[in-house]
């Protein structure tokens, strides 16, 4: 029998606190439906465009939650993260609105976009070799020297709890519909956001089904649900879900997401591309490939949908303008 | 002094019946903020996102609710409309809900997508020479010879209830946030979208100031809007604006628009290209050339926006892919 969220990690009044902090902040995005998306795929399609947020992915709420959290004492430090790119725009963002200063530790082949959009936010940038360096070590060095407070994307019970805020919208406005949903899709990386969504989502509708989406082959939480722990994906390619390439679940999130979730989906990088096609032409949102893997996988007939209330979370926007002209071409 | 609205030949009653007919099949698009865009502009924006509407731009509207009111008995001939894309697929796509036989009249160099989804909503689509040939010629005798009903794409006042529920829904909004907006703007053709705005949102804001967005060259209502009557605009090239062509207000349109509009505005071909480049890359918004004439004269600064609260209507999403993708890089 599943114990009361009160046991786990971070607890739907966390994030109604972290609701608290950012409503001043962060944009409230809404739920959008498009019934050529409904038609496509014969269910009632729930679309939470994160894309709206501000620096372009969900990133910024638990940034924002974490940054807040930090004691006026210590800000002076200023902060420092390591992100392949939407974590560090969203630290970087939310530090520029709390006057902190912020280093970014980001791997070396970050899409263009995302390097230069978190330098405007203000930060100071640090490349690092996906392949050879180890970005934690970098950024708890810089943490060191620096007196500065590290920001983990997802292992952090306030960055999840802000990342729940998309969640407790998702409820509220559901709920506003007098409709309940079936079925609630998030990706995942290391697994932040749909842990966050789980529980806000959980809370209000006990019954409805959580599912993780991953890109094919970067499957860890999948794999971790099934085996019941922890385990790391075996991908030794690249993927287009740049986003998403955490190599296994985090301790904090899978504590909640072995819980919480019912199973995990994957789409293929060609499926994906398919979707951020669909979504250029029909749905007329910029989504980014990691952003688009619950998407595709419903598309792709992934997601036993048929005849339900379906909620996609698209996670994010940032996707390079070369990019994206090959994707929907 | 301004006569009432209930003068004119469009009332907020009229809108408030299309509201009613419209409200079981429409997207009730929100309105969305962006941090991005008013800290860029000095201003606090309102967007409305139109090509979030069925068929991807607000011509849906207006057609489903000029069909809706075609009595039964006269539904069997069908409909016929001409139009260079946006109005085609609201005609075809009302048609295909209210399973009625639709024939489209296009110029042969409307861009492929908006032909290809004319189609698609099950449309029997004939092109025509732009330059060479007479597209009210060509529809009227095409519904002469079926019995179908002409569905104007703007000078009539059903065509211009529908459009202004868009402005219903700015004002609800507006009201629900307690915020009067000081600027609304809006793109024009001929002009039916912008009359249909300002009837509703006058009659909820009487203060609000409307402003009609027109590509540089093609202004036609700007130039109206100064001589007090309905003059053509001068434009021999083509623009980027393909939805922004006509050549001269509609009567009924201007009859509203003399009366309620305060300024017309033009933006550049560049100016536009930029706007579609801003809202990729910071909106996440897929909005077509002409769809962002007002927002790109709002970014190049034509409008004196600063510390006020505008609206902006993005009116479509309908670009082909290989034109949006040189515009964004």
């Given at each position: 029998m599943m114990q009361p969220s009160?046991?786990?990690?971070?607890s739907s009044a966390d994030i109604d606190a972290a609701a608290r902090v950012l409503a001043p902040f962060a944009v409230r995005t809404p739920l959008l439906s498009s019934p050529a998306l409904d038609e496509r795929v014969g269910a009632k399609v729930f679309i939470k465009?994160?894309?709206?947020q501000r620096t372009g992915s969900f990133k910024f709420r638990g940034a924002f939650n974490k940054l807040s959290s930090i004691p006026h004492a210590a800000r002076g430090g200023g902060v420092v993260a390591f992100s392949s790119g939407n974590h560090a725009q969203g630290v970087a963002h939310a530090a520029q609105i709390l006057n902190m200063r912020a280093t970014i530790v980001m791997p070396s082949d970050a899409p263009r976009s995302k390097r230069e959009r978190t330098k405007a936010f203000g930060a100071e940038v640090v490349l690092y070799d996906r392949d050879r360096e180890d970005r934690e070590a970098i950024a708890r060095d810089i943490a060191d020297k620096r007196g500065a407070t590290l920001v983990r994307p997802y292992d952090d019970p306030l960055v999840i709890a802000g990342q729940g805020t998309v969640g407790r919208e998702i409820a509220e406005d559901m709920a506003a519909l007098g409709i309940a949903p079936d079925i609630v899709v998030a990706p995942a990386s290391g697994g932040g956001l749909i842990a966050g969504v789980a529980t806000a989502v959980k809370a209000r509708f006990p019954l409805a089904t959580l599912i993780v989406a991953e890109p094919e082959g970067y499957d860890d939480h999948a794999l971790s649900l099934r085996a019941g722990k922890r385990e790391a994906h075996r991908a030794a390619d690249r993927t287009?879900?740049?986003?998403?390439?955490?190599?296994i679940p985090g301790e904090i999130t899978f504590a909640i997401n072995s819980r919480l979730l019912t199973q995990g989906v994957t789409a293929s990088d060609t499926e994906v591309g398919t979707a951020v096609g669909f979504a250029f032409r029909e749905l007329k949102l910029v989504v980014e490939p990691g952003g688009a893997v619950g998407l595709a996988a419903l598309l792709a007939g992934?997601?036993?949908?048929?005849g339900k209330n379906i909620v996609i979370v698209?996670?994010?926007?940032?996707?390079d303008a070369d990019l994206y002209a090959r994707l929907i071409n």
């Open positions: 009160s046991a786990l990690p971070v465009p994160e894309m709206l287009i879900c740049d986003a998403l390439m955490a190599a992934h997601i036993d949908a048929r698209l996670s994010g926007g940032n996707v």
